[in-house]
């Protein structure tokens, strides 16, 4: 791991970085900054995968439009819950779509306000599924990971695994401890409920032994909970809050990931913060 606190040297090492990424394909995961709530953006050739919304309606829109993004290719819903789906039509309003699917129903007028302007926009609208795998670039993909629920009653929202060659990254919604067959290395998980006691399971995080974990949370909060960040650092992960940097970004070719944090418009720059490469297989 290679950390700098010299400001002047962050964008000298940062472009040496991105250099190396120059035989490889470059894919930018923006962890958004939507206070307490979910919103993900996929950055590949130019094509854009937003998965959830953020709780609030103009936040996640205008962090696109401020980074002159018009056009989302897929728009992925985890669940049906106010943390995600709170800017959806703003999105919908201020970009152009071209699919859009989610995962689970509801009957609040929200969710229905959101499926007419779907209807009349006429963007294709399909479920997204348990154990579905989306491809995206040469060598992307986001999978929506089958979970063992004991009670058939029970809806919980979707967990998402984003994977570019050898660099995972989890997204954890409510459940800290889901029943998932997870055999691969997990670099990159973003802690479920926030970071608050209930989103921390030690057995869960002792079993894929994470090495970042980003916690999106609003800077109206008291944080999260110490007894989860103080968990998650005995294990070795590294923790990143939005809260504290902002939008969250990893950068990586498939290889090794860059993580990187940005408070400022998107004329602003972005502040290196560290670098961990992969290990080889075995």
Do not use: W
């Amino acid at each position: 791991m290679v950390k700098c606190h010299n400001p002047y040297l962050f964008v000298v090492i940062f472009l040496i970085l991105l250099s190396s990424f120059a035989y490889g394909e470059e894919t930018k995961i923006h962890v958004i900054d939507v206070g307490t709530g979910d919103a993900v953006l996929i950055e590949n050739n130019d094509s854009y995968i937003l998965i959830d919304a953020g709780p609030e309606r103009n936040t996640t829109a205008s962090y696109l439009i401020g980074h002159n993004i018009t056009d989302i290719s897929l728009l992925l819903v985890s669940g049906i819950s106010s943390e995600k789906t709170g800017g959806i039509l703003e999105v919908m309003n201020r970009t152009k779509v071209h699919e859009y699917r989610d995962y689970g129903k509801s009957d609040l007028p929200y969710y229905n306000r959101i499926t007419s302007h779907i209807r009349n926009e006429s963007i294709p609208h399909t479920p997204l599924l348990s154990g579905e795998v989306i491809p995206f670039g040469n060598e992307g993909k986001i999978e929506v990971i089958p979970e063992i629920i004991q009670d058939a009653t029970q809806t919980r929202d979707a967990i998402i695994k984003i994977t570019v060659g050898k660099i995972s990254t989890l997204l954890l919604s409510q459940n800290p401890n889901p029943q998932i067959n997870i055999t691969d290395p997990i670099q990159i998980i973003r802690v479920a409920d926030h970071g608050s006691r209930d989103g921390y399971n030690a057995r869960f995080i002792q079993s894929i032994q994470p090495e970042v974990a980003i916690i999106s949370i609003g800077r109206e909060t008291e944080g999260p909970n110490k007894a989860t960040t103080m968990g998650l650092e005995a294990f070795g992960a590294e923790i990143y809050r939005t809260d504290i940097k902002g939008t969250i970004l990893i950068t990586t070719d498939g290889e090794k990931y860059i993580m990187g944090s940005s408070r400022s418009s998107p004329g602003g720059s972005i502040s290196l913060v560290s670098v961990i490469e992969t290990r080889p297989p075995g």
